[in-house]
C-alpha cells in the first residue's frame, strides 16, 4: 500500500468520525429528528472494507452509523448524506429512504431495515454479478446478531452452493441492541460457521483498517477470480448506547462504563492508525489536526447544503418512486 493510500484511509476514518459526532450533536440539539446509531471506534470496519472497492461493486451497509463507515470511502458524498436526512431532493436516495443506507449511482443498491435480511438481497445482487461476467464483487455487512438469524445461514449456504460474488462482514461489537452476544450465540467466533458451509472464514482485528482492508482485499480477489464467498469477522466494540437519545441500558450489565472508556483511550482506529503514521513519518501532528480541521469545515458547509436543497415535492413523487418505467 501506498503511503497516499494510507493517507487516504485515515482521512476517512476521521471524515467518518467527525460526521458521527455531528449527527450525535445535531440530534441532541433538535437539529435531527429520530435517532442515530453511533459507530464510533467501529469505522475501521467499513472504512478498512470500503475505500479500494472498485466501481461496479456493490455494497449493503446497515443501520450502525446509517452506513457512513461504507458510504463516505465510496464517495458518497457527506453533504448528500445529510441531506437525505433532512428528506431533501439532493439526498443520496432523493431523500426517499432517510436514514437507510441507499446510494444507487455509488453502489448501494437497495436495503432493508430487517437484520440479516440484506444477505438474500445481497445474494441476488452477486448472482446478478456472477452471470454479468464483469467481474465485479458485492460486500455485505452485518452486526453480529445476524448470525442468530434464519437468513444469514440461508444466505451464506446459497452463496457458497452458487459460487456467489459475496462477501459478508460481520461488524462483531458484541451487542445486539439491548442484549449481549453471550446471550443469542453460544460460537462467539462467528467465522467459525464458515466452514460448516464450505467457505473460508477469517476473524480479523476490527479496530485495525489495514487488517480490515487486506482480509477484505484478499476476499475481493477471490470472489473476481470465481472462487466463491468468503465470511470476514471483524471484532469491535460499541462505544455508546444502541441509538442515541434513548436510555442505555447496555451500560449496567454486563458492560461498565469503565470498559467503554477504556476503549475509546486504548482501541481507538483513529489513535491507533494515527500512531502508526506518525511513527512511520507518514503524517506529522500538524497533518493530523488539519485532516480533522478539513472534516469539521467540509461538515459545516455540507450542513449549509443540504439546508438549502430542495424538499421531496410531494406524495406522488415518492410514490412514483415504487415502480420502474
Ligand atoms: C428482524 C429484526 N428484528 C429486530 C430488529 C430491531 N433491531 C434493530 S437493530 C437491532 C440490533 C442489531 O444488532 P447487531 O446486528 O449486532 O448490529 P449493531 O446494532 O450491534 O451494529 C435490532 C434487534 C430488526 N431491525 N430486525
Ligand atoms: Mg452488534
Not at 446497515?62 to 465510496?74: A, C, D, N, Q, W
Not at 464483487?137 to 446478531?145: H, I, L, Y
Request: with cysteine.
Amino acid at each position: 500500500m501506498t503511503d497516499d493510500q494510507k493517507v487516504t484511509l485515515f482521512e476517512n476514518l476521521v471524515r467518518v468520525r467527525e460526521l458521527d459526532e455531528w449527527f450525535i450533536n445535531a440530534l441532541m440539539t433538535g437539529k435531527l429528528a429520530l435517532f442515530y446509531h453511533s459507530t464510533q471506534v467501529q469505522e475501521a470496519v467499513g472504512v478498512g472494507g470500503c475505500t479500494f472497492l472498485e466501481e461496479g461493486d456493490c455494497v449493503y451497509a446497515t443501520h450502525r452509523g446509517h452506513g457512513i463507515s461504507k458510504l463516505i470511502p465510496r464517495g458518497v458524498s457527506i453533504e448528500s448524506i445529510i441531506a437525505e436526512h433532512y428528506g431533501k431532493l439532493t439526498g443520496n436516495s432523493g431523500g426517499a429512504s432517510g436514514w437507510h443506507p441507499v446510494a444507487p449511482e455509488k453502489g448501494f443498491p437497495m436495503y432493508t431495515a430487517l437484520i440479516a435480511e440484506n444477505l438474500g438481497l445481497a445474494c441476488g445482487t452477486a448472482m446478478a454479478a456472477k452471470l454479468d461476467g464483469k467481474r465485479r464483487v458485492v460486500v455485505a455487512f452485518e452486526g453480529d446478531s445476524a448470525a442468530a438469524k434464519a437468513e444469514f445461514h440461508e444466505a451464506v449456504n446459497f452463496a457458497a452452493a452458487n459460487r456467489l460474488p459475496l462477501i459478508v462482514v460481520i461488524e462483531n461489537n458484541e451487542m445486539g441492541q439491548h442484549t449481549p452476544l453471550s446471550t443469542y450465540l453460544v460460537n462467539k467466533d462467528i467465522a467459525k460457521f464458515a466452514p460448516g458451509y464450505g467457505i473460508p472464514g477469517v476473524i480479523v482485528d476490527g479496530q485495525d483498517v489495514i487488517a480490515v482492508h487486506e482480509a477484505v482485499q484478499e476476499a475481493v480477489r477471490r470472489a473476481r477470480a470465481g472462487e466463491g464467498p468468503s465470511l470476514i469477522e471483524c471484532k469491535t466494540y460499541r462505544l455508546r448506547g444502541h441509538s442515541e437519545g434513548g436510555p442505555d441500558v447496555s451500560m449496567d450489565q454486563p458492560r461498565s462504563k469503565d470498559e467503554a472508556d477504556k476503549w475509546l483511550r486504548e482501541k481507538d482506529p483513529i489513535k491507533l492508525f494515527g500512531a502508526k503514521l506518525l511513527a512511520e513519518e507518514i503524517l506529522t501532528q500538524a497533518d493530523i489536526d488539519e485532516i480533522h480541521q478539513a472534516a469539521r469545515e467540509e461538515i459545516e458547509e455540507a450542513v449549509k447544503l443540504a439546508a438549502e436543497g430542495p424538499v421531496i415535492p410531494s406524495f406522488e413523487h415518492l410514490q412514483s418512486l415504487l415502480f420502474a418505467e
